[in-house]
């Protein structure tokens, strides 16, 4: 399809311009602080990752998207709606810098794992920690001073939340991850539609 014998391949929820324009304005109102300390992610590349599949062949990509499509075909649309920001490992020494779920959390967690399992049975193995669903906003370079580090954790702990507006993605796309010296690029591949009785709300 490609021409590639292999690709770094992950399924992930895409986000509407609403969410897009909020992430960049987490980013605006961290910057000042974070100096140079922060690597960006581009908003219009941010996405919601479910499951990373790492190096595959690149002869899988049809079975990988048909599996999806039946693993999720029975599965409702969640609705969900931008959280406050938070840190990996902590808040307090920050590694890398997400905005979080205030809604959805639940319903989407039931598309990850039905994903999940359907991929474990190709032989995917299941990621050992919890799914927690968030979309990177910048990860923080090696070698940022712990004074920049501190100061970008403190703004990090005043950031407001995200504006309260929700999106309900309709399909789980199965991306194509290229790490090249200006950035990753991102190729949407094909994606499965969710389906299923709406969630109440």
Not at 46 to 66: I, K, M, N
Not at 116 to 142: D, I, S, W, Y
Request: aromatic content about 6%.
């Amino acid at each position: 399809m490609t021409g590639r014998r292999s690709m770094r391949l992950f399924f992930a929820i895409a986000l509407d311009d609403a969410q897009r324009l909020a992430l960049a304005a987490a980013q605006d109102a961290l910057r000042p602080q974070a100096g140079r300390a922060v690597r960006w992610v581009a908003p219009e590349t941010a996405h919601l990752t479910l499951v990373f599949l790492g190096t595959v062949d690149a002869g899988r990509v049809d079975e990988l998207l048909a599996a999806a499509e039946g693993a999720l075909a029975s599965i409702p649309a969640p609705t969900l709606r931008l959280g406050p920001a938070g840190a990996f490992p902590n808040v307090r020494r920050p590694r890398a810098l997400w905005l979080g779920l205030a809604a959805g959390t639940h319903e989407l967690a039931l598309v990850q794992a039905a994903l999940a399992t359907t991929l474990e049975k190709l032989g995917f193995a299941r990621e050992p920690r919890a799914f927690r669903p968030h979309l990177t906003l910048g990860r923080v370079r090696e070698q940022a001073h712990s004074a920049e580090i501190a100061d970008l954790a403190e703004a990090l702990a005043r950031l407001p939340a995200p504006a309260p507006t929700s999106w309900k993605p309709q399909a789980v796309g199965l991306y194509h991850s290229e790490l090249l010296p200006q950035g990753p690029r991102y190729t949407l591949l094909g994606e499965a539609l969710l389906g299923g009785q709406e969630f109440a709300t």
